[in-house]
């Protein structure tokens, strides 16, 4: 996702090359892209902050984020860090569960918390001390959640606590047969129900193929479960625009 968050620049989990996987000799050994991204790296804005939920190849893409220069910022999981040694940023946080950091751009000052989701970390068979992180995302008074990638979990309604929420990014694809660590689209909108998202953004679906649901389905049943109040939908296509109503 990229998000203009009151002027600061995010951009969350960001792959935007054709493969992902292990990278050998100049070619990338690893799943496809079904769907271009919707921005290459050279139309991008200036981005002031990058949010890594955790260090799977389709969530932490170092290809991509070698493009990025030391003016943007990284958070990161718990245990990460170590994987962006290639890379030109200058400024990383690793954040575990519970903790916060405040960032200070050109455009003022952004709070983002990490939150327990029900995933795994590992980058590898062996590296399991990994972490991973949903996100709490707040300026100005508005909050978005970020949840990464996650199984159905009761840690969403918890961030109620912090205010409304606005926005809630919501991994809705993945889950036939890994739905233990991946949630289904329903499990998705119940998830951002509970923490009482005002509006639900679906991702990580038509993107990679790292399941057996078919192509459409995880959107479809997205907008399915949310058939009583479609006007929540914030984007139903990779590509589209969402502007939050004030």
Request: glycine share 6%; with cysteine; hydrophobic share 40%.
């Amino acid at each position: 996702m990229l998000i203009n968050f009151f002027g600061i620049t995010i951009l969350t989990d960001p792959v935007l090359f054709r493969r992902i996987g292990i990278r050998l000799l100049g070619f990338t050994i690893g799943p496809k892209r079904l769907t271009a991204p919707a921005l290459e790296f050279h139309q991008l804005p200036q981005i002031d902050v990058i949010v890594l939920s955790h260090a799977h190849f389709d969530h932490l893409d170092l290809r991509t984020l070698r493009c990025f220069d030391e003016s943007t910022s990284v958070i990161t999981a718990r245990a990460t860090r170590d994987l962006l040694k290639g890379t030109r940023f200058s400024n990383v946080t690793e954040l575990d569960w519970g903790r916060s950091k405040s960032l200070n751009t050109a455009a003022g000052e952004i709070e983002i918390a990490a939150f327990p989701v029900k995933h795994w970390g590992a980058r590898t068979q062996r590296d399991t001390y990994r972490g991973y992180n949903g996100y709490l995302i707040e300026r100005s008074g508005r909050r978005i959640i970020f949840a990464g990638d996650t199984a159905m979990t009761e840690n969403f309604a918890e961030r109620r606590r912090h205010g409304a929420i606005d926005v809630a990014i919501m991994s809705i694809g993945a889950y036939n047969p890994w739905i233990q660590s991946h949630c289904t689209p329903e499990q998705a909108v119940q998830m951002a129900n509970a923490a009482g998202a005002r509006f639900i953004v679906p991702v990580h679906h038509q993107t990679f193929r790292l399941s057996f649901e078919p192509f459409r389905e995880p959107i479809e049943r997205f907008e399915a479960a949310l058939n009583k109040t479609p006007e929540r939908i914030a984007l139903r296509e990779i590509g589209q625009t969402f502007v939050l109503p004030r």
